[in-house]
């Protein structure tokens, strides 16, 4: 009986250690939804909006708050079967690290604080697609 409670309490302990991992996995959206509002610049223009979503374009990594402006290159750029992957290294920070999300066809971005946990980043890209704004398209964010 006492092992089988024990087995039991191991079972449901690494359960919660899965949902605490989960929590503090960091990764873009693929697309975003966004209200936007025009206005024609007069009587005979009109105005329409497209149906096409708003894909992940970009992604950056700061130290500090974005609105600080102290984005950070890739330490370390690997290449890859089709595509190559950028490695951000986190030393440890007082004023932490955050990652900034942008997409296609909007100046709407989401950003957030990366967990203190986490102290690498990996950005796997495609190679041989590309937005029209020339970046490439990213095919995985990974941080642990």
């Known amino acids: ?24 996995e960091v990764s873009c959206p693929d697309t975003i939804k966004v209200n936007q509002k025009a206005m024609p610049p007069s009587p ?49 920070d007082a004023g932490g690290h955050w990652i900034r999300c942008s997409y296609t066809g909007t100046r709407a971005e989401l950003f957030r604080r990366l967990p203190i946990s986490v102290s690498v980043c990996l950005v796997t890209y495609d190679e041989g697609s590309h937005f029209p704004s020339g970046l490439p398209v990213i095919r995985k964010i990974e941080c642990r």
């Open 44 to 92: 005979e223009w009109d105005v329409s909006y497209s149906a096409l979503s708003h894909q992940l374009e970009m992604v950056t990594f700061f130290s500090g708050h974005p609105r600080d402006n102290a984005s950070l290159v890739y330490d370390k750029r690997s290449k890859t079967k089709g595509g190559w992957v950028g490695t951000w290294i986190f030393p440890k």
């Open 1 to 24: 009986m006492r092992r089988g409670i024990c087995v039991c309490t191991l079972m449901l302990a690494l359960a919660l250690a899965g949902i605490c991992l989960a929590a503090d």
